[in-house]
């Protein structure tokens, strides 16, 4: 399988009742994707979906992930279908790797703004302001190559500090900054999926 990053949303409710029953009735299906301790592992992801889905470990979704790859492979749109189905919506991805370089680069220069790691399940409100930052530093590298930059734009009034980081990490990566894969429109497409969530959001990052 290809590199990707996947954003997800969750609905444990939904997870509750039709993941963990899915579970129960395929689990000869689903244990060879388990870790070593097969057997322990899927009653320990069983657990954590019967409480809460956003409790799984990146390693447990990815495992999950994997299952619904094997068994639909056939038709990607039916594994993003049968996630939804079962609680997890996988809501927007970013396949190439050089995209995916260029994401977690700029994810790096905002946890050491934000002073935090923001790991790989961001709270709403810490996400939104992420992806703010995203489309001003990406938005200052389209507006040097002429390219659209409208939102970026119209935040940085509202963001000021955000953007005053922002020029500061593309004048100090320049020319490098501007050799960087267009991510802007990508962190357009995250901002407008978001903006009106509430709940956690989840990177997963799948070699």
Same mark, same amino acid.
């Not at 301790?37 to 899927?42: A, C, I, P, R």
């Given at each position: ?5 996947y954003f ?24 060879q994707?388990?870790q070593d ?8 992801i ?6 809460n889905v956003?409790s799984?470990? #990146?390693?447990?979704? *990815?495992?999950? /992930?994997e299952?619904?790859n094997? %068994? ?5 749109? $039916? ?8 609680g997890?919506?996988l809501?927007?991805e970013?396949p190439?790797?050089?995209n995916?370089?260029s ?11 934000s002073k ?10 810490n996400?939104?302001r992420?992806?703010?930052y995203g489309?001003l ?5 389209n507006?040097?190559?002429? #390219?659209e930059h409208? *939102?970026?734009? /119209?935040?940085k009034s509202?963001? %000021? ?5 922002? $020029?500061?990490q593309f004048?100090?990566?320049?020319p ?7 991510m ?9 999926s978001?903006k009106f ?11």
């Open positions: 399988m290809a590199e990707e990053l997800i949303k969750t609905n444990p409710v939904t997870a509750k009742i039709n993941l963990y029953n899915k579970l129960c009735r395929e689990e000869d299906s689903i244990l994707y388990m301790d097969k057997k322990t592992s899927l009653e320990l069983k657990k954590k979906v019967l409480d956003d799984l470990s #990146k390693e447990e979704l *990815l495992n999950l /992930f299952w619904f094997a %068994k639909y492979k056939t038709d990607p749109e $039916e594994v993003k279908t049968q996630l939804f189905i079962h997890i919506d809501f927007y970013i190439q790797s050089s995916i370089q994401f977690q680069q700029i994810l790096s220069d905002y946890e050491k703004y935090r790691n923001l790991n790989y399940v961001f709270d709403a409100e996400f939104n992420f992806l703010v489309i530093f990406t938005g200052l590298i507006k040097e190559k002429g #390219k409208i *939102l970026s734009d /119209f935040l509202d963001y %000021k500090d955000l953007f005053s980081y922002a $020029e500061d004048k100090s990566k320049n490098e900054t501007l050799s960087q894969e267009d802007y429109n990508q962190f357009v497409d995250l901002y407008d978001t969530y509430k709940g956690p959001i989840i990177t997963l990052h799948d070699f």
